[in-house]
């Protein structure tokens, strides 16, 4: 089978915190080096790996450092790894976003890409004109996109907003419009980012079905980044698990999960303080509020089926007009299936800078295994609209043991198919101070 794309020591270099290399000398120094003398670039010598966990000691970190993998045509790649894998600047340099230190990435054909929430979308045109701007960017004709219009649009099922500008669109109607305009605007490769877990349970499953249809009956290339191992599972053949930049696993999709899974090396901190990479960044997120440090207050390796799980989240107000919020308690499990979703009703928050918000989970009625917690805070319709202030991505982890045997679980980490439970937190459960 022909080869749609290849990676060939492919290097992406970065300077932290400035553009360039930072100095006029280092700047002159790296044009007389590789443009007069025609010698190597100097600072490319130099640089660690992407660990964002530790400080490290040089200002230039290699996000990604010698990538070398072929995708065949037609075959469905999913891309997994932890947050600074590496897996969004791949899917940048292949969508030609941003170009390589090193190397050389060969295509064949037009590429489609969804990276992030209205990628390729103008905010001040309409969801139609936006079709045929998208369109003509992959050099399809007006009447080519005619063709496929009403196939687009009733996908999306954004019919009725067609043509609103697209800046008044949830997150959730930007991502149904745009994978419906790169999925059926014809492209010989698709990228997908974890856009997708913006939308609701619903479009996720069309999406991909979508997406098997593209592979499997029209012989498409697709790229699939996702950390719902469920989702790669179901969709990909062959899978890539990236680490601090470097392809650490190649084999099938399910090889790839085993090996991801078993090297995750789960620790269990019971307080973290928040940095800006575990705040989610593919969805729209006001930061009215914003969560600083979250803790867990029970054993987070021995906890049970009848025990209550105690929540501190430290809250920051950005916004001091902001009088009332909900939180959203979110658990995963290992292989990023999300497995409950516990919510409040409307609360009416402190008048304080900073805050503290106790949560206690009962009755959380988990399986044994190890669990991830993500939190959101916002103003949430589950059926209509939804305004995010801050969204997580996982923060805390637990395992659950069997303590009680007689007790009945209603989520199995070994169950094929599975449905994420949603349960109110009463009002009584909850503290602020």
């Known amino acids: 089978m022909a080869t749609a794309i290849e990676f060939e020591n492919i290097s992406k270099q970065y300077r932290l915190g400035l553009v360039s290399t930072g100095t006029l000398s280092h700047d002159l120094n790296r044009f007389w080096q590789t443009k007069i003398l025609r010698r190597e670039d100097p600072y490319l010598k130099v640089g660690e790996t992407n660990d964002r966990a530790s400080k490290g000691s040089s200002d230039y970190v290699w996000a990604l450092k010698d990538i070398n993998f072929k995708v065949e045509q037609g075959d469905v790649v999913g891309i997994i790894g932890r947050n600074g894998a590496g897996k969004s600047t791949l899917l940048k340099l292949l969508s030609r976003v941003t170009a ?31 079709i045929y701007m998208n369109g003509a960017i992959m050099g399809m004709t007006r009447a080519e996109i005619s063709r496929k219009l009403d196939e687009i649009v009733d996908f999306s099922g954004c019919e009725r907003y067609l043509d609103t500008p697209v800046k008044r669109y949830s997150s959730g109607m930007t991502v149904r419009l745009g994978f419906a305009i790169a999925a059926h605007l014809e492209p010989e490769i698709l990228v997908v980012d974890e856009v997708l877990a913006v939308g609701d349970a619903e479009f996720q499953k069309k999406a991909i079905g979508k997406m098997q249809d593209v592979s499997k009956g029209e012989g498409r290339t697709v790229l699939f980044v996702s950390h719902n191992m469920g989702a790669v599972r179901n969709l990909c053949k062959t899978g890539i698990v990236l680490n601090q930049g470097q392809v650490a696993f190649e084999g099938s999709a399910e090889e790839a999960i085993g090996f991801y899974t078993s090297n995750q090396n789960i620790q269990f901190p019971t307080t973290r303080r928040l940095s800006s990479e575990d705040h989610l960044s593919n969805i729209a997120l006001t930061k009215n509020l914003e969560i600083i440090e979250a803790r867990l207050l029970n054993d987070p390796s021995e906890i049970g089926t009848d025990e209550d799980l105690s929540i501190e989240l430290i809250v920051q107000q950005n916004n001091r007009k902001k009088e009332y919020c909900q939180y959203t308690i979110l658990f995963y499990d290992d292989a990023g299936n999300r497995v409950e979703c ?44 939804v305004t995010n202030y801050d969204a997580t991505a996982d923060i805390l982890a637990f395992t659950v043991k069997y303590l009680s045997k007689n007790k009945k679980c209603e989520y199995s980490t070994n169950s094929k198919w599975y449905k994420s439970i949603y349960r ?10």
């Open 424 to 433: 109110n937190i009463e009002p009584s459960n909850i503290e602020f101070f």
């Open 342 to 385: 516990f919510y409040t009703n409307l609360l009416h928050i402190p008048n304080k800078d900073t805050y503290t918000t106790k949560i206690i989970i009962k009755n959380h009625n988990l399986y044994q295994g190890t669990y991830t917690i993500r939190a959101t805070l916002g103003i949430r319709d589950f059926s209509t609209a």
């Open 100 to 130: 390589p230190t090193t190397g050389i990435i060969r295509a064949k054909g037009r590429i489609a890409s969804l990276l992030e929430v209205g990628t390729g979308f103008h905010p001040e045109m309409t969801g139609r004109e936006n």
